[in-house]
């Protein structure tokens, strides 16, 4: 039985890789897996639940190849630089991640986040190993340590999020506002504390 499942499942990840989520068709996947629409439907309630299956595995996969990247003793510009210049690489490149900004999806995709725990232990291992890495490099005097790990987090993902509001930012800006955006929160990150707007007001 967890046989037709892992087919269902490869098929839906096909599937969605090649043509999106808005494109893709629970027939298709049916079909391409070898058994019948009724077999979907005792392992998935909806394409919405198959996809975001198939969408949490890719972003997994994603970010242990992302943490698999970061040597904390690289240059911290570089390291940064690239990795969060990957990120918005590979979202941007693979139809499965982009539909992060499928604004029809994302409210429903984001629920489902929230109750899935899985995902929710992959973003723990994930935020705790950069936590200690950010840690590292504050104690080493590589960045600023009037901030802490959540915080210096966040920077680094708004410039993935960005990307989001590329119609209310202006779209003839992307990808250069990303990689300027990048930029700023990296010198700011590496300036003295004293140096900051925000601790001079």
């Given at each position: ?14 599937l969605f ?9 629970i027939?298709e996947?049916?079909t ?5 629409v ?20 890719e972003?997994?996969m994603?970010k242990?190849?992302m943490?698999?990247?970061?040597d904390?003793d ?9 990795m ?12 499965i991640?982009?539909?992060w900004y499928?604004r ?16 929710e ?8 190993y ?25 920077l680094?993902?708004?410039?993935i999020?960005v ?20 930029d ?8 003295s ?6 601790a001079?007001?």
């Amino acid at each position: 039985m967890e046989d037709k499942k892992e087919l269902i499942f490869h098929a839906a990840r096909e599937l969605f890789a090649r043509k999106g989520y808005k494109e893709t068709n629970i027939p298709e996947i049916t079909t391409l897996a070898g058994v019948g629409v009724g077999t979907f439907y005792n392992y998935y309630a909806s394409k919405d639940e198959i996809f975001f299956e198939v969408f949490t595995r890719e972003n997994e996969m994603t970010k242990k190849e992302m943490m698999a990247s970061i040597d904390p003793d690289e240059d911290l510009h570089v390291t940064l630089t690239r990795m969060m210049v990957r990120s918005r690489d590979v979202i941007s490149s693979n139809l499965i991640l982009r539909e992060w900004y499928n604004r029809d999806l994302f409210s429903r995709m984001e629920k489902w986040f929230q109750e899935d725990k899985s995902n929710e232990r992959m973003n723990e291992i994930l935020q705790t190993y950069l936590s200690e890495v950010i840690l590292k490099w504050q104690q080493e005097g590589k960045i600023r340590s009037d901030l802490d790990a959540g915080m210096i987090l966040a920077l680094f993902n708004s410039t993935i999020y960005v990307d989001m509001h590329k119609t209310e930012l202006g779209i003839q800006f992307f990808p250069q506002l990303t990689y300027h955006l990048l930029d700023f929160i990296i010198k700011g990150l590496t300036s003295s504390p004293e140096q900051s707007i925000i601790a001079k007001e």
